[in-house]
Protein backbone atom coordinates (compact mmCIF):
# COMPACT_ATOMS: atom_id res chain seq x y z
CA UNK A 1 0.00 0.00 0.00
CA UNK A 2 1.41 3.82 -0.06
CA UNK A 3 3.86 4.46 2.31
CA UNK A 4 5.62 7.63 3.94
CA UNK A 5 9.18 7.05 5.54
CA UNK A 6 10.61 10.13 7.47
CA UNK A 7 13.67 9.90 8.98
CA UNK A 8 15.44 10.84 11.61
CA UNK A 9 12.91 10.09 14.15
CA UNK A 10 14.38 12.02 17.01
CA UNK A 11 16.64 15.39 16.06
CA UNK A 12 18.60 17.42 18.16
CA UNK A 13 20.97 20.21 17.32
CA UNK A 14 22.22 23.46 18.45
CA UNK A 15 20.69 26.74 18.46
CA UNK A 16 21.83 28.00 15.32
CA UNK A 17 22.41 25.33 13.55
CA UNK A 18 21.08 23.56 10.64
CA UNK A 19 18.18 20.66 10.74
CA UNK A 20 17.11 18.35 7.92
CA UNK A 21 14.43 15.89 8.14
CA UNK A 22 14.19 13.50 4.91
CA UNK A 23 11.26 11.63 3.84
CA UNK A 24 10.70 8.46 0.74
CA UNK A 25 6.98 8.21 -0.52
CA UNK A 26 6.14 5.30 -2.86
CA UNK A 27 3.15 6.58 -5.21
CA UNK A 28 4.53 7.71 -8.24
CA UNK A 29 1.39 9.66 -8.89
CA UNK A 30 1.78 12.06 -5.81
CA UNK A 31 1.77 15.73 -6.24
CA UNK A 32 1.69 17.29 -3.24
CA UNK A 33 4.21 17.22 -0.33
CA UNK A 34 3.22 19.36 2.52
CA UNK A 35 5.21 19.82 6.27
CA UNK A 36 3.36 20.05 9.37
CA UNK A 37 4.47 21.29 12.47
CA UNK A 38 2.49 19.87 15.80
CA UNK A 39 3.50 21.17 19.16
CA UNK A 40 2.94 19.05 22.33
CA UNK A 41 -0.64 18.93 23.04
CA UNK A 42 -1.78 21.11 19.71
CA UNK A 43 -3.10 20.93 16.17
CA UNK A 44 -0.97 19.53 13.16
CA UNK A 45 -0.07 23.15 11.15
CA UNK A 46 1.09 23.39 7.84
CA UNK A 47 4.53 24.95 7.62
CA UNK A 48 5.54 25.11 4.14
CA UNK A 49 4.15 22.97 1.12
CA UNK A 50 5.76 21.78 -2.85
CA UNK A 51 4.09 20.56 -5.68
CA UNK A 52 5.91 18.23 -8.31
CA UNK A 53 6.47 20.56 -10.58
CA UNK A 54 8.79 22.40 -8.49
CA UNK A 55 12.15 21.19 -7.28
CA UNK A 56 12.81 23.33 -4.13
CA UNK A 57 10.49 26.21 -2.24
CA UNK A 58 12.18 28.76 0.34
CA UNK A 59 10.33 30.58 2.67
CA UNK A 60 12.49 33.00 5.53
CA UNK A 61 14.43 30.05 7.39
CA UNK A 62 12.57 26.90 5.70
CA UNK A 63 12.86 25.18 2.64
CA UNK A 64 11.86 21.83 1.06
CA UNK A 65 13.35 20.12 -1.72
CA UNK A 66 11.86 17.01 -4.02
CA UNK A 67 13.46 14.64 -5.68
CA UNK A 68 10.45 13.00 -8.20
CA UNK A 69 12.93 10.39 -9.79
CA UNK A 70 13.93 8.99 -6.28
CA UNK A 71 11.09 9.92 -4.39
CA UNK A 72 12.71 11.95 -2.22
CA UNK A 73 11.33 15.22 -0.12
CA UNK A 74 13.10 17.02 2.78
CA UNK A 75 12.78 19.98 4.92
CA UNK A 76 15.76 22.36 5.51
CA UNK A 77 15.31 24.74 8.95
CA UNK A 78 18.24 27.11 8.82
CA UNK A 79 19.35 29.42 12.14
CA UNK A 80 17.86 27.02 14.44
CA UNK A 81 16.02 28.67 17.66
CA UNK A 82 14.64 27.08 20.51
CA UNK A 83 10.98 28.11 19.45
CA UNK A 84 11.41 25.38 16.18
CA UNK A 85 11.28 22.81 19.14
CA UNK A 86 8.33 20.50 17.99
CA UNK A 87 7.26 17.26 16.03
CA UNK A 88 7.70 17.95 12.08
CA UNK A 89 5.30 15.67 10.01
CA UNK A 90 5.92 15.10 5.95
CA UNK A 91 3.41 14.16 3.63
CA UNK A 92 2.28 13.12 0.21
CA UNK A 93 -0.82 12.55 -1.57
CA UNK A 94 -2.09 9.79 -2.90
CA UNK A 95 -3.23 8.35 -6.34
CA UNK A 96 -2.72 11.53 -8.00
CA UNK A 97 -5.61 13.16 -6.24
CA UNK A 98 -4.88 15.81 -3.86
CA UNK A 99 -7.42 15.81 -1.66
CA UNK A 100 -6.17 11.92 0.65
CA UNK A 101 -2.58 12.68 2.21
CA UNK A 102 -0.40 10.13 3.91
CA UNK A 103 1.48 11.25 6.77
CA UNK A 104 5.21 10.31 7.53
CA UNK A 105 5.89 8.88 11.36
CA UNK A 106 7.49 12.10 12.57
CA UNK A 107 10.60 13.60 13.84
CA UNK A 108 11.04 14.95 16.94
CA UNK A 109 12.98 18.25 16.73
CA UNK A 110 14.90 20.02 20.38
CA UNK A 111 16.65 22.72 19.48
CA UNK A 112 19.10 23.26 22.32
CA UNK A 113 19.82 26.81 23.84
CA UNK B 1 -12.99 32.92 10.17
CA UNK B 2 -13.07 30.19 12.71
CA UNK B 3 -11.04 27.28 11.21
CA UNK B 4 -11.96 24.00 11.79
CA UNK B 5 -13.93 23.49 15.30
CA UNK B 6 -13.94 19.85 16.80
CA UNK B 7 -15.68 18.97 20.22
CA UNK B 8 -15.29 18.21 22.43
CA UNK B 9 -11.68 18.31 23.23
CA UNK B 10 -11.58 16.06 25.70
CA UNK B 11 -13.76 13.16 26.13
CA UNK B 12 -13.73 10.10 28.59
CA UNK B 13 -15.87 6.84 28.12
CA UNK B 14 -16.08 3.82 29.51
CA UNK B 15 -15.71 1.00 28.06
CA UNK B 16 -18.33 -0.32 25.44
CA UNK B 17 -20.09 3.29 25.36
CA UNK B 18 -20.73 5.44 22.47
CA UNK B 19 -18.37 8.13 21.62
CA UNK B 20 -19.05 10.55 19.05
CA UNK B 21 -17.04 13.31 17.74
CA UNK B 22 -18.02 16.51 15.88
CA UNK B 23 -16.14 18.21 13.32
CA UNK B 24 -17.22 22.08 11.61
CA UNK B 25 -15.23 22.37 8.66
CA UNK B 26 -13.55 25.90 7.76
CA UNK B 27 -15.96 27.86 5.85
CA UNK B 28 -15.64 27.24 1.94
CA UNK B 29 -14.38 23.98 2.87
CA UNK B 30 -16.13 21.38 1.51
CA UNK B 31 -13.77 18.32 2.28
CA UNK B 32 -13.35 16.60 5.74
CA UNK B 33 -10.69 14.36 6.67
CA UNK B 34 -10.26 12.32 9.92
CA UNK B 35 -6.84 11.16 11.65
CA UNK B 36 -6.26 9.75 14.84
CA UNK B 37 -3.14 9.81 16.66
CA UNK B 38 -1.77 7.69 18.97
CA UNK B 39 0.83 8.84 21.77
CA UNK B 40 4.16 9.57 20.11
CA UNK B 41 2.64 8.29 17.26
CA UNK B 42 2.18 9.77 13.43
CA UNK B 43 -0.91 10.57 12.38
CA UNK B 44 -3.02 7.50 10.87
CA UNK B 45 -5.40 8.30 7.89
CA UNK B 46 -8.91 6.77 8.74
CA UNK B 47 -12.11 8.15 6.09
CA UNK B 48 -12.19 11.01 3.72
CA UNK B 49 -16.04 12.78 3.25
CA UNK B 50 -17.61 15.60 0.94
CA UNK B 51 -20.92 16.34 1.57
CA UNK B 52 -23.46 13.29 2.06
CA UNK B 53 -20.70 11.24 0.77
CA UNK B 54 -17.78 9.09 1.94
CA UNK B 55 -14.69 9.10 -0.74
CA UNK B 56 -12.41 7.04 0.97
CA UNK B 57 -12.94 4.95 3.94
CA UNK B 58 -10.08 2.68 3.71
CA UNK B 59 -8.38 3.68 7.30
CA UNK B 60 -11.42 2.66 9.17
CA UNK B 61 -11.88 -0.50 11.37
CA UNK B 62 -14.35 -2.72 9.60
CA UNK B 63 -16.24 -2.67 12.83
CA UNK B 64 -17.40 -0.09 15.30
CA UNK B 65 -16.28 2.91 13.33
CA UNK B 66 -18.66 5.10 11.04
CA UNK B 67 -18.36 8.58 9.76
CA UNK B 68 -20.75 10.70 8.20
CA UNK B 69 -21.16 14.21 6.83
CA UNK B 70 -24.73 15.36 5.96
CA UNK B 71 -25.93 18.34 3.90
CA UNK B 72 -26.58 20.37 7.32
CA UNK B 73 -24.44 20.43 10.22
CA UNK B 74 -20.65 18.92 11.22
CA UNK B 75 -19.29 15.97 10.42
CA UNK B 76 -19.27 13.00 13.02
CA UNK B 77 -16.84 10.46 13.61
CA UNK B 78 -18.51 7.43 15.82
CA UNK B 79 -17.65 4.96 17.45
CA UNK B 80 -19.72 2.22 19.08
CA UNK B 81 -18.47 0.21 21.99
CA UNK B 82 -15.11 1.53 22.74
CA UNK B 83 -12.48 -0.06 24.20
CA UNK B 84 -9.14 0.59 25.65
CA UNK B 85 -7.14 0.79 22.33
CA UNK B 86 -9.32 3.56 20.70
CA UNK B 87 -8.03 6.03 23.08
CA UNK B 88 -5.94 8.27 20.72
CA UNK B 89 -6.44 11.25 19.72
CA UNK B 90 -8.56 12.33 16.90
CA UNK B 91 -7.68 15.39 14.09
CA UNK B 92 -10.65 16.36 12.18
CA UNK B 93 -9.07 18.34 9.02
CA UNK B 94 -10.74 20.05 6.04
CA UNK B 95 -9.70 21.12 3.07
CA UNK B 96 -10.95 23.15 -0.53
CA UNK B 97 -11.68 20.70 -3.21
CA UNK B 98 -8.15 20.84 -4.30
CA UNK B 99 -5.86 21.26 -1.37
CA UNK B 100 -2.26 22.95 -2.37
CA UNK B 101 -3.58 24.88 -5.23
CA UNK B 102 -3.09 28.59 -4.77
CA UNK B 103 -1.31 30.24 -2.24
CA UNK B 104 1.03 28.66 0.69
CA UNK B 105 -1.42 27.87 3.33
CA UNK B 106 -4.72 26.28 1.03
CA UNK B 107 -4.29 22.57 1.91
CA UNK B 108 -5.64 20.67 4.85
CA UNK B 109 -6.46 22.80 7.89
CA UNK B 110 -6.27 20.66 11.29
CA UNK B 111 -8.68 21.15 14.04
CA UNK B 112 -7.53 21.26 17.65
CA UNK B 113 -8.26 17.52 18.08
CA UNK B 114 -10.53 15.27 20.44
CA UNK B 115 -9.17 13.77 22.77
CA UNK B 116 -10.46 10.68 23.96
CA UNK B 117 -9.66 8.18 26.99
CA UNK B 118 -11.32 5.09 27.22
CA UNK B 119 -11.64 3.80 30.90
Known amino acids: GENVEQHPSTLSVQEGDSAVIKCTYSDSASNYFPWYKQELGKRPQLIID?????GEKKDQRIAVTLNKTAKHFSLHITETQPEDSAVYFCAASIGGATNKLIFGTGTLLAVQP | NAGVMQNPRHLVRRRGQEARLRCSPMKGHSHVYWYRQLPEEGLKFMVYLQKENIIDESGMPKERFSAEFPKEGPSILRIQQVVRGDSAAYFCASSPPVPGMGRTGAGYTFGSGTRLTVV
Open chain 1, 50 to 54: IRSNV
